[in-house]
């Protein structure tokens, strides 16, 4: 209602009277219509505006209201409401609360910024878990879409993966009514990709069926998406790549050539660049080649990644029960042609095999099948985690708040009487300092935008994500950013402003009253609370910062230092070796190795099994590794027993070197030189042995997340990389001249390479980020806390500025006086220390879980963590308490 | 002497406060307008000439009962102030005075 409170009685009863004379002269509908009519000339200034000054003794319209309502006391009509929402009394408060902020600047700065950094953190992490959360949602049909992957379990390890044989898509279409379209696509590495003189290595290279554009939305930008991957030999191409390709030139028709072989692939489509926020990622989406349907089974071959649409508001765990009957059959034969197993059997060892449908838009964070995706998945657990540090940093801003607003409160209660005094009412009071909240948490909005603003670039690099303040322009989300606002003002300053308006007036004015102990308590328990969480965050970086020390600093087991490995050397087909030969006549290099494995980063090795040839029936999976004689001494890999590969010794092809991990599976402890392994089982059952020539110390071949597993080499070719060892320390011109006889081949791939130490530290990125990420909201949340304990340690220093003036005179030293003043602090320190202990011990116990070497948690690293919180909290708390230990003690006593 | 600021809907208004009273508020003031004129008088324009009427101190104004055709509402009763009567005396006494000067001719030729 629009009315002036002032005139709403008088209006409302005009307007219903002649509506009730209308309607006995003209009628309802006539006199309704005029009822609107009239209504509508109400809407004028003059009946909007809100009266001015109502406790203005010349106010003729209120103390007339004021006489009648005395006589009609018994039925009030008038709005209550009117009493509270008025809207000087609002300007009033305005006024008092910027004159009460600008007086208190100490208090007021904390407060802001302390919110401010909460809001921005909880924006910042805001936009992050949006995105994490909007995976794959630009697909219009996201919410049908599901991924079919296989359950698997070997030998008690869930070996399972997102991927099936060519044939699933097929059948799934043909037999499962309710699939209404099926697609595949496969991952097929790096390709060198070539147009006229400009070649590129395509790392992001999927080969699709036709109907991919069917479930997927990929707009089209040139081409027809019904025709442009049912030729083999067609390719088609995101705006990006044609741009680098063609610049602006129209790549409809024109022919790129792929890989060594020269491969025409003719493009006929265009497609915008696949979304950032998508879990699989290309440049190029190839067809299938025609002899692509050779290979028929579901889990014969199973590079494909399988995806099928289901109809509208269809239950999908029918379907999957559906396609599961359907894999049981297909998938039961095969094990059966290949395995000579029926399904009983298979599960009778306690392996078992199944399928499952992956909702698409749950893919990103739920799906399990780490490396096996096409790109690295987020984590749920992170989600959670980062969400959780969000709530945790803006209730600690919102305690502190709370905290000081309350602790300044008894700097107030004069005023607060006096309002009492001259007929405030509690709801009055309350309103009052609810508005002086409000105008903080927004002051404080604005600035964490600000913040948000600056920090987001950094954000971005740390989280490798390209997230804008864009969302922010949502109209949907600004409200709920400003309704969240005011709900943390209104949370925020609800405390006091219940605890404010509850003064007894007699009490204040009397100036007897002082914060009791009583209300130290809960006070206390926000500064418990706080330092709680500090605690927990300045364990869990210690911790994290430990485990990464320890991984660096881990022997590998092999020389990481002064090694170089040239990438794509398969590339130069037949002079590999020829190139490997020139490079070591060189002096700066002392050897170099032919190598498809390189130790460090993930090099997908399937596992193998070896049997021990006196124990055919136990196997031992392993991994198997090719390599030539320079293998081991480049990567100075120790020798324990036995000997190295050697040219001299013809005899080797059908020799082995294993690791000592893999002697004590195959349980030959003792002298396992000259002992034989059976190495591989061909069709009809024919064995081919192996004999142990050497064992090499174990060493790390992948991150120290994964356990050292059995480890076979074999001596052979094995293409890929160039190892170089060298002994220089001109390492650009070193470069130049590898690079100038590498073209010297002219091969279709640029030449590229790395340092072995550089990719060991690549492996460990991940953790890197968080640690980053720890440091950053564990400064954070001692920053918040410290402002907090700043505030309140201001408070407590004001409040016992007699007591200390007392003590003073009578004898007692600063030392003793600012002991006294930080021993509460100390003590709610310590309690939080207790409290935090094992609830970060826990949770770091879960974050180690992930790797297999690890570092232990010490008792010590607790103790750090409390010396820490209590060294800040002293700081904290010593410049105020010395300040008031300092003081004259009369000046304090003089005023009383 | 202070300049009368009074505006012609609004001198009709207080003319009519004057005729009802004892009885002038607004609604009723609305309808005798409309009977007498003609025209459509809207309540709430009726209302917006009083306040600011009561504004200039032209008006006073009281609490009357309510009634049940108001929906238990009460009405504001109008009153003219002395200084209101005097305005409307004024203002009379200016009308006349011109409607004296106006020749008899003159106004034959209207008819």
Known sequence: MLLAPHVREEVLGDLQERYVQRVQSQGVSKARRRYWLETLAYMRPAFIKRQKNKYSSTGRQSAGRKSAGRHSAGRQTAEPSALYYCHNMILNYLKIALRNLKRQKVSTSINVIGLAIGLATCILIMLYVQDELSYDRYNEKADRIFRVAQKVRLNGDDVGGPTLGQS??????QQVPEVLKATRFRGQGGEFVSYGTSSFKE??????????????????????????????????????????????????????????????????????NVPASSHFRFDMLASFAADEEEHAGWIYRMNYYTYVLLPEHHDFKKVEAKIARLAEKQIGGELQQWLKLTPEQFRAKGDDFGILLQPLTGIHLYSAFGTAELSPGGTIMYVYVLSAIAAFMLLIACVNFMNLSTATAVRRSREVGVRKVLGSVKGQLRQQFLIESLLLAIVALLVGLLIVAVALPFFNQLTSKALTMNLLTNSSVVAGLIAGTVLVGLLAGSYPAFYLASFKPVLVLKGGFSAGRGNFNLRSGLVVFQFFVTISMIIATVTADRQLRYMQSQKVGFDREQVLVIQNTDMLRNNEAVFRDQIIQSPQVITSSISGQVPVGNSIMDKTTVMSKENPDQGVMSRFYFVDPEYIPTLAISMTQGRNFSKSFPTDSSAVILNETAIRALGWQQDPIGRELIGHTDDNGVKTYYRVIGVVKDFHFESLKQKIEPLVMFLGRNSGNILVKTRTDQIPTFLASLKQQWESFSPTAPFSYSFLDDRFEHVYASEQKIEQVLVLFSSLTIFI??????????????????????????????????????????????????????????????????FAYKVTIDWWIFGVAGLLAVGIALLTVSFQSIKAAMMNPVKSLRSE | MRRSDLGEFEEVVLLAVAALSPNAYTVAIAEELERETGNIVTSGAVHAAMQRLEQKHYLKS????????????????????????????????????????ILPAIRLEWN
């Open chain 2, 62 to 101: 009281v609490w009357g009962e309510a009634t049940a055709e108001r929906g238990g509402r009460r009405k504001r009763l109008y009153a003219v102030t002395g200084l209101g009567g005097r305005v409307l005396e004024e203002s009379r006494a200016v009308r006349n005075r011109l409607w004296d000067r």
């Open chain 1, 203 to 272: 790392d992001n290279l999927l080969v699709a069926d036709s109907s991919f554009f069917d479930v997927f939305s990929i707009p089209f930008l040139k081409g027809n998406p019904k025709r442009a991957l049912t030729e083999p030999n067609t390719v088609v191409i995101t705006d990006e790549t044609a741009r680098k390709y063609f610049g602006n030139d129209d790549p409809i028709g024109k022919v790129l050539s792929f890989g060594r072989e020269k491969i025409p692939y003719r493009i006929t489509g265009v497609v915008s």
């Open chain 1, 785 to 850: 806390a410290c402002l907090g304990l700043f505030g309140l340690a201001t408070y407590t220093a004001e409040q016992r500025t007699k007591e200390i003036g007392v003590r003073k005179v009578l004898g007692a030293s600063v030392g003793s006086v600012v002991a006294l003043l930080c021993n509460d602090f100390i003590k709610l320190i310590l309690i939080a220390l207790v409290l935090a202990s094992p609830i970060a011990w826990w949770g770091m116990n879960q974050w180690l879980n992930e």
């Open chain 1, 168 to 173: 699933a898509a097929t059948d799934l279409k």
